[in-house]
């Protein structure tokens, strides 16, 4: 899991960036944030095998706000955002649910076989 942790943390990563480079805009780098925190506690999981449960389940939380922050946007502003910053909470609101998707299958996976 942390390996897949960190592609989905360099596609956050690079939707923020991208869009900064296009846009030039500060808050166009927000879903680089979590990226960066996903990208940390994946690779801290993967140096260390014995805190690897325990650092799964905060870069679970991790998605999970970084999945609600674009949704509460997109359902407070939808129509006042433009076309970049739409497809940027989109986004971030995919990438962030998709990640919080396969870590919850993965733990109940985990807690099955235990």
Request: glycine share 10%.
């Amino acid at each position: 899991m942390p390996k897949l942790t960190l592609m989905f943390a360099a596609l956050l990563i690079a939707l923020g960036v991208g869009a900064f480079l296009f846009s030039g805009s500060q808050t166009a780098l927000l879903p680089a944030y979590p990226g960066l925190l996903l990208a940390i506690l994946a690779g801290l999981a993967l140096a260390f095998d014995g805190a690897r449960k325990h650092l799964m389940h905060v870069a679970a939380i991790v998605a999970l706000l970084g999945a609600l922050a674009p949704a509460a946007a997109l359902a407070i502003r939808v129509a006042q955002m433009g076309t970049l910053a739409l497809l940027v909470n989109l986004g971030m609101l995919l990438l962030c649910g998709g990640l919080l998707a396969l870590m919850i299958r993965t733990f109940i996976a985990a807690r099955r076989s235990a």
